[in-house]
């Protein structure tokens, strides 16, 4: 699933190419994909406007148009927002086509189709129960050590659990939550509660870090993702625990183990994360 890298390096990348182009139709071939419009409305609302600015929220796209409207996107599990020339194939699972000025396309394909759209017509965040409740983005000034301390006080919940509730921390994923935990040598199953002071410090150094760098490699594909371009991510390749069952620690040599955990694998090296 793309998280907070892959969605901000497909910002980046549709940023240069989709901004202050007139909209001249859509395609809706999967309706569904619409949240809380029918396709008529979201014509209405997006043609002859155009985009003005594409900002992101923990792993929200937010689309700003020249009427004050957003379209908020979501890519979920396989999503992927790319700009492409209008003539280009149509992929087998593209979900909806937004026809651009210069015969440009911006287009979801989203093979599991979980991807969303949202059409936000009113000030803030109101109807889309996802973004008004996020917590602090991890690069952000207000995500301090005691921000992250409070988040985990008193919780019997697994570490790792807590850093992928998106009300908490916005944007980590399984695989930045699981490199991030590695780096600041803790298990993912510890209890949050239990976590010392200086492995919160360690954490909150980590998953800025981990994020950061994410990010300079343009995110992380593992399976489906690629930036706004097509392109492949780069951070897979520095992946220390993520994915990598069995093969080595890059820290002490070791194997690195799977295990379920809130019935997702998390990825971790016994020895750096003794249990
Ligand atoms: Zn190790």
């Not at 301090?144 to 985990?152: D, F, G, I, S, V």
């Not at 998953?207 to 706004?228: M, N, P, W």
């Not at 993520?242 to 998390?266: D, T």
Request: proline share 5%; hydrophobic share 35%.
């Amino acid at each position: 699933m793309p998280e907070l890298p892959e969605v901000e390096t497909v910002r980046r990348t549709l940023e240069e190419k989709i901004l202050c182009r007139p909209i001249q139709g859509i395609e809706v071939l999967y309706p569904r994909v619409l949240r809380n419009c029918e396709e008529g409305q979201l014509r209405d609302a997006l043609l002859g406007r155009q985009f003005t600015q594409l900002d992101r929220r923990g792993k929200y796209l937010i689309c700003r148009l020249d009427s004050g409207d957003r379209l908020v996107i979501h890519l979920r599990m396989t999503g992927r927002l790319i700009a492409v020339p209008r003539d280009a194939a149509v992929e087998k699972h593209t979900s909806i086509r937004i026809h651009l000025a210069d015969e440009l396309d911006v287009r979801l394909v989203d093979q599991r189709k979980f991807g969303t759209i949202d059409l936000l017509q009113e000030p803030g965040w109101g109807s889309i129960q996802g973004l008004k409740g996020l917590g602090a983005e991890p690069l952000a000034e207000d995500f301090t050590p005691a921000y992250l301390a409070e988040q985990l006080a008193g919780r019997k919940a697994a570490v790792k659990s807590v850093l992928l509730d998106q009300r908490r921390i916005a944007g980590l994923g399984n695989i930045y939550a699981d490199e991030s935990l590695h780096r600041a040598g803790i298990y993912p199953g510890k209890p949050a509660g239990e976590i010392t002071e200086a492995e919160i410090e360690r954490l909150h150094q980590s998953i800025k870090e981990v994020i950061k760098e994410g990010i300079a490699h343009r995110g992380t594909t593992f399976r489906d993702y690629v930036d706004g371009e097509g392109r492949q991510g780069g951070f897979q390749a520095l992946l220390r625990v993520y994915g990598r069952e069995g093969q080595p620690c890059a820290a002490c040599g070791g194997p690195i183990v799977r295990i379920k955990l809130a019935g997702r694998s998390s990825f971790f090296c016994p020895r750096c994360q003794g249990e």
